[in-house]
C-alpha cells in the first residue's frame, strides 16, 4: 500500500538522486505519524502559533510531572504560613508580650518576604511554593494594594501639618523656619519643652499671630483659635497622680484642644502625644500607657459635639494597631484616604512605621504627604482637607 500511494500520478513526488524509494514523500512513508509532526510544526512556525504551543506543552510537561510538586515542601509551607499570619492578624492575642500589636504595626513588612520565597521557589524550581504564594500575595494587596497609588488630588481649603519636634532636637529654629516655609494654615508640634518652646514662638510668630501652648504640645495658626483647653489622657495615673500640684501635672500635659475659625464654620482641632512603646526581652513590646492614653483620648473625642474634628499626633502606633481602635473607629486616616504610598514617618533616618497621624472626621481630605526631614527623629505629616 505504501509504494502504491507513492506512485501515484500527479503527485510530483519523484524521488531524488540517492534518496532511497518509498522515503520521498510523507504520505508514502511508513512512519506517517512523525513526518505529520513536522508538518504541523513548521505550519504553527509560519503562523506565529508554535512558541504558544510549545510553551503550552512546556507547562503540561512540568505541571503533570511530580518532581516539581515535590520541591520546595519548607518553601511551600512558609508561604502558606506567610498568607494565614497576614488573614488572621487581628486574632493574634496581646495576652503574652503584646505580641498582637507588634505583629500590626509593622504588618506591611511582611511583605518583603514575599519576593524572598519566590526567589527561593524559582531556584528550587517548586511548583508548590510558587502556587502557594498565591495566598500571600493576595492578603497583602487585599490589606495594602490600596496604598499603592496617588489617591490624593489638587484644591483644599485648609492644609494642616503636625511634628514630633523632638525635645532632642539640635536646632529648633531651623525646624521652625522649615515648617512655616512649608505653608500648613494650622501647625501642630509635640515634644516640646521650657527652652525650645520660646524659640518656636519667636520663630512662629510672623506666619502664625495665634498660638495655644499647653504643657508639650502647642498649636500655631493663621486663623483665630478659642476654646483652647488641655486635655486629659491620663498621663499621670495612680493613687499619687491627685496628690501632684496642678502646675506639675499642667508641666507635663500631652494634648490639647482648640477651635479654629474657618471660613467653613469651625473647626475643633486636637494634638496629642501619647505614651512611648518599649521592645524588651522581658515584657515584649511594653505598651501600657499608649493605650492608656489612647482610650481616655477616645473617651474624649466620643464626647466631642462639633461634627468637624481633626486629630494631629505622634500616636506611637499604626493605625493598623488594635490598641489605637478607640480612635480609628471615630475618625479616619488622611493618609489613607488621600496619600500616595505608606508615609512612614519614624525613625527619620530609615522610616519603617508611620506613628504620627493625621486623622479627620466631618471633612474630606484631598492631599496627604510626608514633609522633608528637620533636626527631629520624626518626620512632618502634612494634609488638605475641603469641608
Partial sequence: MGTGTGAAP????APGPGTAPGTATGTGSPTGTSTGTDTGTAAGHGTGAG???VGVRWVLRVGFRPEPWKRGPLLAASALLLGLLMMVHSSIPNRVGNLGSLTETFLPWFGVFIPLLLAGALWRRSAAAVVALLLPVTVWLNLFGGLLGDKSHAGSDLTLAGHNVSADNPDPAGTARDLAASGADVLAL???????????????AKAYPYRTVQGTVGLWSKLPLSDSRPVEIETDYGPLAATKPADVRMAGNRALRTTVATDHGPL???????????VNPRS?????TRDRNAQALGRALAAERNNRV?????????????ALAGLTSKLHSAQDTAGD??????????????????LVRGVEPDSSWVLPATGSDHLPVAAGISF
Fill in 10 to 13: 500527479g503527485t510530483g513526488a
Fill in 51 to 53: 512558541p504558544w504551543r
Fill in 190 to 204: 509635640e515634644e516640646l519643652d521650657d527652652q525650645a518652646t520660646g524659640t518656636y514662638e519667636k520663630e512662629l
Fill in 268 to 278: 475643633a482641632v486636637y494634638v496629642a502625644h501619647l505614651g512611648s512603646v518599649r
Fill in 284 to 288: 515584649g513590646f511594653w505598651t501600657g
Fill in 310 to 322: 481633626v486629630l494631629l499626633g505622634d500616636l506611637n502606633g499604626t493605625t493598623d494597631d488594635r
Fill in 341 to 358: 504610598g505608606f508615609g512612614f514617618t519614624w525613625p527619620a533616618k530609615f522610616p519603617v512605621a508611620r506613628i504620627d497621624q493625621i
